[in-house]
């Protein structure tokens, strides 16, 4: 009974100077719309249609309307109706190009597979994540706003940062790892 | 009759401290969820106005606008009054603490206290136990079964953690030889009563987080047993008044705590001749460290089982605080 009452008097004092420590560590939130927010480099945000920056289609769209994105994509949130080049109005290299492009990102749930899929490299998923809106409509992203580049507030973090960056939250190098559970 | 010591004076000084106890009742809220957020590494509220010290008025304004709801079958005269019961209580606890020496304010002799009477002590406890109406009262008038509980548990609760507070306040009076707040605070003027009665302020703390209901005593409103207790079926502004009631009850207990353990408004021996209004200060930053210990208190441990709740304050705490009380008993007969 008295040890019980001394060794538990003993923890609640040592719990509260535990506490006391996390009191005085600076608070680990990202004031988000005011700060950046730190993103691993193989971060998946919103899609982006990308074009040729470079070599003899510069300017064209990469996309060839093939529909494979579509195909593959496990919540279907992707509609490509693709329609035939013509002489003089050449959107993208070859036949075919995306007419309509359309990619619903209230399905959509970022896993990247029309990415995978595509053979040219169209598609691709970039850092953009804000993108809560009031209208159901406007969460269908249509060609021309797929084509946008976004300029998320983030800061990238490169490829190192995931095995050694500490300040990179969630993120423990493997020795960390190895010390943590030297002890079991 | 003189007009200005026995009217105006008092009332002035009334009106001041209800005032400030509403402001420091109000940001208290706003402090403890800044505290509170610092010991989960996080900042707490920020957004309204510099450092968010507008969030008190944000929330009594979306308090205020919110719906009235009142339940169909509850006791309407009740459930509209006992919010107010609870909140009152709180308020007129603390006519009798004294917050400062007297002074000569604007050509006046002002005591620092509302009521400076001989049984203020006795006063304390008792209305300290009126609150518990207003919790009980609004738990019963809900007729809803989660508040009742929650009223049940308050009502056992306050009534078993009276007795070691009382017996731990005995010990002092002993000591100190009276029952007047005023005397109890000039008698600390060499050693505050925490280091004379360690454990008396010991089991007087845990007491009083007991009778205000606060973590990790909250078990008149633990949420993952009865929704919110005897608050569940209140909404809007009585909502409102029974948080604030809650707060403003932290900020008189700590006053409490302040005046009977941390020497009040009295400087140590040998740092006597300061100006009175500084003892004033003195007392706020007392009462200040005691409502972080609260909060402290709040971030750090979790709360207790209900039966382990009232075994400890049964088995161990009254038991203790008889030991204690004995042990003063002799030590003052001998001395």
């Not at chain 1, 619903?104 to 053979?119: K, V």
């Not at chain 2, 409490?256 to 006597?272: E, N, Y």
């Amino acid at each position: 009974m008295l040890r019980d009452s001394v060794v538990g008097f003993w923890q609640i004092l040592r719990a509260m100077g535990l506490t006391l420590k996390y009191f005085f560590t600076k608070p680990v939130t990202v004031q988000y719309p005011e700060e950046p927010v730190k993103l691993y480099p193989r971060f998946r945000g919103r899609h982006q249609l990308l074009r040729y920056e470079q070599g003899p289609y510069e300017g064209l769209e990469r996309c060839i309307g093939c529909a494979l994105c579509a195909a593959y994509c496990p919540t279907q949130c992707i509609y490509v109706q693709a329609g035939e080049n013509k002489e003089g109005v050449q959107r993208s290299p070859g036949e075919r190009y995306a007419e309509i492009y359309e990619i619903n990102l209230l399905r959509c749930m970022f896993c990247g597979y029309c990415e995978e899929a595509c053979p040219t490299g169209a598609i691709v998923m970039r850092r953009e994540f804000a993108l809560a809106d009031y209208n159901r409509e406007i969460l269908i992203y249509t060609q021309d706003r797929l084509l946008q580049p976004a300029k998320p507030h983030i800061i990238l973090l490169d490829d190192q940062a995931m095995t050694s960056d500490k300040s990179a939250r969630g993120a423990r190098t493997k020795m960390e790892h190895a010390k943590a559970t030297k002890g079991k | 009759m003189d007009w200005v010591a026995d009217f105006w004076i008092p009332l002035i000084k009334a009106v001041v401290v209800v005032l400030a106890l509403l402001v420091g009742g109000a940001y208290m809220t706003w402090g403890e969820r800044k505290i509170c957020a610092r010991f989960q590494v996080r900042y707490g509220p920020n957004r309204a106005g510099p450092f968010g010290i507008l969030q008190p008025l944000a929330d009594a304004v979306k308090a205020i606008f919110k719906e009235e709801i009142i339940p169909l079958q509850a006791d309407k005269v009740i459930y509209v009054m006992a919010p107010g019961i609870s909140f009152a209580a709180v308020l007129i606890t603390f006519a009798v603490i004294p917050f400062g020496p007297d002074v000569k304010l604007f050509g006046e002799q002002v005591g620092l206290g509302i009521g400076a009477i001989d049984v203020g002590l006795l006063y304390l406890l008792a209305i300290a136990a009126l609150g518990g109406y207003g919790i009980v009262l609004g738990g019963w008038s809900s007729n809803s079964k989660y508040s009742l509980l929650g009223a049940l548990r308050a009502a056992a609760q306050m009534i078993s953690y009276e007795l070691p507070m009382g017996l731990a306040l005995i010990s002092l009076v002993l000591i100190a030889g009276s029952l007047n707040l005023h005397q109890i605070v000039e008698f600390q003027g060499n050693w505050p009563f925490v280091v004379m009665q360690p454990v008396g302020f010991l089991l007087f703390l845990i007491a009083i987080l007991a009778e205000s209901n606060r973590s990790p005593f909250d078990l008149p409103e633990t949420e993952n047993e009865l929704v919110s207790g005897f608050m569940t079926e209140y909404g809007g502004i009585k909502f409102a008044l029974y948080f604030i009631a809650e707060y403003t009850a932290m900020v008189v207990n700590s006053a409490i705590v302040a005046t009977l353990f941390l020497g009040g408004w009295k400087w140590p021996a040998f740092i006597s001749d300061l100006h009175p209004l500084l003892g004033v200060g003195l007392f706020l930053a007392k009462v200040l460290f005691v409502l972080f210990l609260y909060v402290w208190i709040r971030a750090s441990l979790p709360r207790v089982r209900y039966d382990k709740f009232m075994r400890f304050c049964w088995k161990f705490m009254v038991p203790l605080a008889l030991v204690n009380l004995a042990v003063t008993a002799v030590v003052v007969t001998v001395v």
